[in-house]
């Protein structure tokens, strides 16, 4: 993913700025966005970045002397203060303390047996809610030692600093969010399209490979304006989105297709059979086209059907199809 759609550098000769058109003097930082057959200057304090995100100085790529270096560092942290920081875990590392006194369960045992079984962030940001047992429950050191250990197996804890709710939630903020491998705050990487901790492995598997929008309607032949897609921003400021998220947008697309679809069939007196074979469609494989599934039958209102549910195509022709059957 692309970090940032313009560059900083030190203007060498004098150019004018694009906001204020006034001149850019010499020795300046000044900010330069490559067009495609131009370059756009602007004084630092004169731009505003397009893409809304947190913008990491070693991203800029600019060797400055000290006093540029302190005017840029201002500029950042002024534009950095709205968002998590992509290459660092937190500001500050968090800390946590007990709201409520609550006393124990006298079903420890048996509540904390049961918990091992939750999620840990559902235990804080839920089930501690519930009442003043779970609230209690929710603090419990035997239960986030396990967590830790169940969810961050490789991570060195320290046990004698103990609280292991909040060595827990700095793993979380640190780690991997899909392999849970641990980052240094070195190599530390926020993904800023969907604003987690990704590792360096994980960024390449296939799920998490980019696409442009282009790209995906052109590989699952998909009006995306039809699927609820977040895009980032790429290369040349194309949209991008992961490979996962068009699979997880289109299995949503098409369960909402098909719930339409039977509702609208339950309302005419249409064959139990044609009623049974959308029933039986499965949204999570529509990956092939009509001619291409196995079970392709010859019966055209079949095709019409699961085209429908697929990609909504021939929508009209669809509704028609029912109208007439009412
Ligand atoms: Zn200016
Ligand atoms: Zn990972």
């Known amino acids: 993913m692309k970090r940032t759609s313009f560059q900083a550098e030190i203007s060498k000769r004098d150019t004018k700025c694009n906001t204020c058109k006034e001149s850019i ?20 304090k004169c731009y505003t970045p397009k893409i809304k995100q947190y913008i990491s100085k070693k991203d800029l790529g600019i060797t400055l002397d000290p006093e540029n270096a302190k005017i840029l560092d201002e500029w950042l942290d002024n534009w950095n203060k709205d968002y998590a ?29 049961i918990f091992k079984f939750l999620d840990a962030v559902e235990l804080f940001k839920i089930y501690s809610h519930v009442n003043k047992e779970f609230y209690h429950i929710s603090w419990d050191e035997e239960l986030w030692h396990f967590y830790c ?30 392999c849970h491998a641990h980052q240094s705050q070195e190599k530390f990487n926020r993904c800023p399209l969907i604003g987690k901790p990704i590792c360096e492995k994980c960024k ?23 699927l609820q897609l977040k895009f ?57 086209s009509w001619s291409e599934t196995l079970e392709s039958s010859e019966d055209p209102v079949h095709e019409l059907f699961y085209n429908y549910i697929r990609d909504k195509k021939s929508e009209k022709r669809v509704l028609n199809k029912l109208k007439s059957i009412k």
């Not at 046990?159 to 640190?174: A, G, P, S, V």
């Open 25 to 44: 003097d010499r020795g300046v930082i000044r900010i330069k966005i490559h067009l495609m057959d131009h370059y756009d200057y602007y004084h630092l």
């Open 85 to 113: 920081p992509l290459d660092k875990a937190f500001h500050e590392p968090p800390t946590f303390s007990k709201l409520v006194e609550s006393t124990p369960s006298k079903y420890r045992r048996a509540w904390l047996e």
């Open 149 to 178: 250990v169940r969810d961050y197996t490789n991570a060195a804890l320290d046990d004698e600093k103990k609280n292991y709710r909040t060595q827990y939630i700095i793993l979380r903020m640190e780690s991997c969010f899909w």
């Open 204 to 226: 390449k598997l296939k799920r998490f490979e980019q696409m442009y929008k282009s790209e995906v309607e052109a590989v699952y032949g998909i009006n995306t304006n039809l």
């Open 232 to 288: 980032g921003i790429g290369t040349w400021n194309r949209k991008i989105v992961y490979r996962y998220m068009v699979d997880e947008a289109l299995v949503i697309f098409r369960k909402r297709n098909k719930e339409f679809l039977l509702e609208e069939m339950k309302k005419t007196n249409l064959d139990p059979a044609l009623i049974d074979f959308v029933e039986n469609i499965d949204i999570t494989t529509m990956d092939k």
